[in-house]
């Protein structure tokens, strides 16, 4: 016998109906030229390269008005002084019926109507090596999931699809199919790693307790479908007590595991757990090296030219489930960013005997970021802001690879601090 509705259901129901209602109402209403509405990784906030747009277009465009939707959990998290609705509300629904300029990294809530006039610009976030899209249908635990008619319906509202590289490119095509105009752009999120100065990366590491002659060890490993929760393939404390005093590790979880990786922090205060931390963008800017696995920050990071450890002790498990389009363990150049090891140990050794900063491992890290990062210069949101807003080109090149890593911030090719540069 099926349970009878509780009251606070039945005040859900009673909302989303009149919510409905209003917006059917909105649409009818004209299209603000000068909103734009913005939102990144299912609502959870400013991020990403929605955030770079947004900022860029602010400079660029100020008479245009940015307005972001968040989660109500997430809330907290916007910044003082950025304008927001909640996801769901009122000024929710009204935001979605008039703005001109809609740009997303992800999707956004609650289905609505795309009117004749509004400009859609899907953002992604992230470079694919996993499986996206239609071609998760070759994976049951994805295909049992995923609907693949909504993800068709909201491609067709897309105008413009941004992709960082070639690869990425070919991929959405494949997967994403639609008539959606292609834009070759770079990713906006990645210009501050050409932009930021030494000062800004010193006063970032003291933010994160870094100290002065300390390296710094990103572990940013992603997630997996055939895990619950965060469980690191490796232990930031041994880890830690291993390489010594002169190291601090960095641990950031996934966005899917919420604000914690649950790292104690107890070796002198050498584990430090920044999955918190509102930009991912400046730990990539505190760390010398990356650790990670199968992470899209993989290829963002490559735009510094540091050092890529990849510790993949699942590999053959992650991609039995969920796909991949390269071998990233083949130790092939342009597939391969630097070392890689599959054991505690060899990570332990890759440090130890300088293999992660190693001749060997910059000339993979060059093929890596050549393949990965072409677009990617610097001025990405600016191209992306004048493109999309219709704005007067500036005169501004496509795009192209930079001669240096971080070519305002005093860093050589290497990504390692010269003699005298904060650290």
């Known amino acids: 016998m099926p349970s009878r509705p509780t009251r606070a259901s039945v005040k859900r129901f009673v909302r989303r109906q009149v919510m409905r ?48 939707v968040v989660s109500s959990r997430y809330r907290d998290r916007m910044p003082a002084g950025v304008p927001y609705v909640i996801e769901g509300s009122r000024p929710y629904w009204r935001a979605m019926a008039t703005a001109t300029y809609l740009v997303n990294n992800s999707s956004f809530p609650g289905g609505f109507t795309k009117r004749r006039g509004q400009r859609y610009l899907q953002t992604h976030h992230g470079t694919p090596l996993k499986t996206m899209g239609l071609d998760q249908r070759a994976y049951p635990a994805l295909a049992r999931k995923a609907d693949f008619a909504k993800i068709l319906a909201h491609v067709g509202q897309w105008d413009f699809s941004l992709s960082a590289n070639p690869h990425t490119t070919e991929v959405w095509d494949r997967v994403y199919p639609g008539p959606y105009e292609r834009l070759d752009l770079g990713y906006p999120r990645n210009d501050v790693y050409f932009t930021a100065t030494a000062e800004d990366i010193a006063k970032i590491r003291a933010g994160l307790g870094i100290a ?3 390296t710094a060890l990103l572990y940013a490993p992603t997630h997996r479908d055939y895990r619950e929760g965060f469980l690191p393939d490796l232990d930031p404390e041994r880890l830690a007590r291993e390489l010594g005093p002169e190291y601090v590790l960095l641990v950031r ?18 584990v430090l757990d920044v999955t918190a931390h509102p930009r991912v963008e400046e730990l990539c800017l505190a760390a010398d090296a990356l650790i990670t696995d199968y992470s899209s920050l993989t290829f963002d990071y490559a735009c510094l030219d540091r050092p890529v450890v990849v510790h993949a002790p699942d590999w053959a ?21 630097g070392p890689v090891t599959t054991t505690s140990g060899e990570l332990v050794e890759a440090f130890r005997t300088g293999e992660w900063r190693s001749p060997a491992s910059a000339a993979l890290r060059t093929a890596f970021r050549e393949r990965f990062c072409p677009y990617d210069d610097g001025h990405a949101a600016e191209r992306v802001v004048r493109r999309f807003f219709g704005l007067p080109h500036s005169g501004l090149p496509h795009s192209g690879l930079p001669h240096s890593g971080l070519p305002h911030s005093g860093l050589p090719r290497s990504g390692l601090p010269r003699s005298g540069l904060p650290h």
Do not use: M
Not at 327 to 332: K, Q
């Open 21 to 68: 209602a209003a917006y059917r109402t909105d649409l009818h209403r004209p299209l603000d030229p000068n909103l734009a509405v913005y939102g990144a990784y299912w609502n959870r906030g400013v991020a990403c390269n929605p955030a770079a747009i947004h900022a860029k277009a602010r400079e660029l465009a100020p008479d245009i008005r940015g307005l972001w």
């Open 317 to 337: 498990a992650y991609r039995g489930a969920r796909g991949t389009y390269f071998d990233l363990l083949s130790g092939r150049p342009g597939d391969t960013p």
């Open 212 to 214: 002065e002659g300390q």
């Open 253 to 270: 979880a996934h966005y899917f595991y919420g604000r914690s990786a649950g790292a104690a922090g107890t070796v002198d205060g050498r």
